[in-house]
């Protein structure tokens, strides 16, 4: 199913105005002949697969792959309600956090608002292109709700880009579509707006990827790394108004998607692989909510906080002692003590029902 953009010209355009004029001037990289039906000698690619070649029987590994490979590009579309001209891919959603940044952001001179706490990569990639950063706090007695008072003043130091985390990473809560709507509003011909679903498939709610056909200054990022198991891959997708995407498409590294893990994602964007893909999201919703339970009875725990996502933060009276027992029993979480209102909070990444067993049965 494709959907009809019906943003006006003139709104996507003068979002692109936010954008580096050096970056809008720039000529992209001009990418050989992705033609598969020409004998190619035109890009210094060895004549021979490599010798000892396991996988990338479909894209022979001696050629470069096609640049934003048209297949995946469709099959993204299919699953997600969108159409290809709205998608760029690349490595991880990582890359895409970074692209937005460096074509919007001057060094020395711009700044992006990120709300913390949440994801770290969009202070990095803000820190590496020399951007400011304008932080107004998650509202953690709110349930880590956005501060949309606090984004409202932020917008008036001019950013080019707010970004939103939902479900947020590492608290786990969903957004409020609303306040979402209101950062929308509030941000439309001011600045670009970034919602990274990352674990969107975890929710069952709408992804705000159908959005991007309303707001030419919302953009979404998608990945392969959480629900469709492919962080091994390095498969992510940045959602926007075609514009958008054209300007990124300049920058972007030539042939970003390599061919093997062209393969794995068509391969997992078949019926039969999204069906077990929808099958395991709900085991792993039910292993949470098991989770989150037996956790909550435990003596040690002071709270497991709510979560719309694939792990949960969890507090507890002494999170170092937690942490000893898990790497006892030899499992690794993530350690979140000493971020500015998380206290003694550790995250645990929902895994199988025997590694769920093991947590329960380290801290219980
Ligand atoms: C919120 C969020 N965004 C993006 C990413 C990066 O994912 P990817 O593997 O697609 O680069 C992560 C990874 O943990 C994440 O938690």
């Known amino acids: 199913m494709t959907r ?43 004549p021979w697969p490599p010798v000892t070649a396991t996988i990338g029987a479909a894209e022979a590994l001696n050629h470069y792959p096609p640049p934003q490979p048209p297949a995946l590009l469709e099959a993204l579309a299919r699953a ?6 709205q998608i760029l891919v690349g490595r991880g959603s990582d890359e895409g956090i970074d692209l937005l940044t460096r074509a919007f952001c001057a060094a020395g001179q711009d700044s992006v608002v990120i709300s913390t706490p949440t994801f770290g990569m969009y202070s990095v990639a803000a820190r590496i292109q020399g951007a400011s ?12 709700a956005l501060d949309l008072p606090g984004i409202r003043r932020a917008l008036d130091k001019g950013p080019k880009i707010l970004w939103l985390c939902s479900p947020n990473n590492p608290t786990g809560n969903a957004l409020s579509s609303a306040d979402i709507e209101a950062v929308l509003a509030a941000a439309s011909g001011r600045a670009v707006v970034v919602v990274d679903e990352a674990y969107v498939e975890f929710t069952g709610e709408t992804p705000w990827t159908l959005a991007v056909a309303r707001y030419p200054h919302l953009v979404t990022l998608r990945t392969m790394s959480k629900a469709h198991g492919l962080a091994g891959a390095r498969l992510g ?3 926007a108004h075609p ?27 078949t019926p039969a692989a999204l069906t077990v893909t929808t099958e395991r999201i709900g085991q792993l919703l039910r292993e949470r909510e098991r989770l989150a339970a037996a956790l909550s009875r435990s003596a040690q725990v002071r709270r497991v906080l709510p979560s719309d996502a694939n792990f949960l933060l969890v507090q507890f009276d002494d999170a170092g002692a937690a942490l000893q027992k898990l790497r006892d029993a030899g499992v690794l979480v993530r350690d ?26 380290s801290l219980t």
């Open 4 to 46: 009809p953009d019906t943003v006006p010209a003139d709104a996507a355009a003068a979002v692109l105005q936010l954008a580096r004029a050096d970056i809008r001037a720039m000529d992209p990289y001009r990418h050989a002949s992705a033609d598969r039906s020409l004998i190619r000698l035109h890009a210094n690619e060895s």
């Open 336 to 361: 979140f003590r000493g971020h500015p209102g998380l206290g003694e909070a550790l995250r645990l990444t929902v895994g199988t029902p025997p590694q769920n067993d093991l947590m329960i049965r």
């Open 237 to 239: 997708a940045l959602i």
């Open 133 to 144: 950063i304008l932080d107004v706090p998650l509202l953690a007695d709110q349930g880590f």
């Open 80 to 85: 997600w309600g969108i159409t290809p001209a």
């Open 243 to 269: 514009d958008i995407i054209g300007l990124l498409r300049r920058i972007v590294p030539p042939y970003a998607v390599a061919g093997p893990t062209l393969e794995a994602a068509l391969a997992a964007l």
